[in-house]
């Protein structure tokens, strides 16, 4: 063997994985699928022996086949869609085909929505909703945040509608909606703007709090080095205030999209907005022997989406931050 090739395999490392790191990686995957079977053998045991106005209290074998059920009516809307758009193109041919000059038809396919679609339109409503929340609550937590004079005179307003109920705002935005927002030809249904800004009034509070907090506990020694470069008001902010106050941001953000999607559910319950709340809300009514399933099965989605909303907030918090160790996981 060659002198060099002898130097290159003294210079390569051969990484170990530690067995500290190897039992915390194990735990990290076998405590949670302990958890879970727990709770679902519980909530197997448990089932039969709830009597309800619908019927028993449905198994978990019986609500994970609601989720075939569901996506078997999506295919089928679908199926339903192509059939109409490929019948009405077949149509407009035939008349073309007989007066090229002919006055063509086209509609679009009213279709009704599926749990997919509700899906989707509470996602998008939430996230409009907490856009809403951000850009008022970020620029307003830096303002009082930098001002102690500020901070006193908003603390009170900030501590007497924060903890209000979506319940009690949806009334309130109900009317003020139904007076305001008046058109023949709307961009967005009502039921859609009730929903945002019930979304948007309770959420904004934890951003608007921990972004006040974060920028009031700027580093002393930061603060001083900017008074002696003589740092503008915005190149304050950009450089010395925003990059220091992410932390706790992103802590208040994280907290806002959790309330937003929480508050988000009971405002379209009450405001019909045809999202993930309505849905429950029409199973509840509907009283079918498969609504409970439904209801447990949409319980579960709206969990798992307000986990992977609130991970999709920590990965750009990560992605973000410039001190990785002040990540709360």
Not at 52 to 59: N, V, W
Not at 80 to 99: G, S, T
Not at 204 to 227: E, F, H, Y
Not at 292 to 316: E, H, K, P, T, Y
Request: proline share 5%; hydrophobic share 50%.
């Amino acid at each position: 063997m060659s002198s060099n090739a002898i130097t290159r395999l003294n210079s390569i490392k051969i990484e170990t994985i530690s067995p500290a790191k190897i039992r915390s990686t194990v735990l990290s995957v076998l405590l949670p699928s302990i958890g879970l079977v727990a709770f679902l053998f519980i909530w197997h045991l448990a089932a039969p022996n709830i009597k309800t106005s619908l019927g028993d209290f449905p198994q978990p074998a019986e609500v994970f086949a609601q989720w075939g059920n569901l996506v078997d009516e999506y295919k089928a809307e679908k199926a339903r869609e192509k059939v109409f758009y490929e019948r009405q193109d077949k149509r407009n041919q035939e008349k073309l085909a007989i007066d090229p000059e002919a006055k063509i038809d086209t509609r679009s396919f009213t279709s009704r929505p599926t749990f997919f679609d509700k899906i989707e339109t509470s996602l998008f409503t939430v996230l409009s909703g907490f856009f809403v929340a951000t850009i008022i609550a970020i620029p307003i937590g830096i303002m009082i945040g930098l001002s102690q004079s500020l901070y006193q005179a908003m603390n009170p307003l900030i501590q007497l509608f924060k903890p209000v109920s979506p319940l009690a705002w949806l009334p309130l935005v109900t009317l003020v909606v139904s007076a305001v927002y008046v058109s023949d030809s709307p961009m967005f249904s009502k039921s859609y703007i009730i929903s945002l800004f019930t979304v948007s009034l309770c959420s904004l509070w934890p951003t608007m709090l921990n972004t006040a907090v974060g920028v009031a506990g700027v580093s002393k020694d930061l603060i001083n080095v900017s008074r002696v470069l003589r740092l503008g008001w915005f190149t304050h902010v950009r450089k010395i205030v925003l990059p220091s106050a992410i932390p706790m941001m992103f802590t208040g953000l994280r907290i806002s999209l959790g309330i937003a999607w929480m508050v988000l559910i009971a405002a379209e319950m009450l405001s019909q907005n045809p999202g993930l709340g309505k849905f429950v809300w029409d199973e509840f009514q509907n009283g079918s022997s498969e609504s409970l399933s439904r209801i447990c099965l949409a319980i579960l989605v709206i969990g798992i989406i307000g986990f992977l909303l609130d991970r999709s907030i920590l990965a750009i918090q990560t992605w973000v931050n410039w001190d990785k160790s002040a990540v709360v996981r």
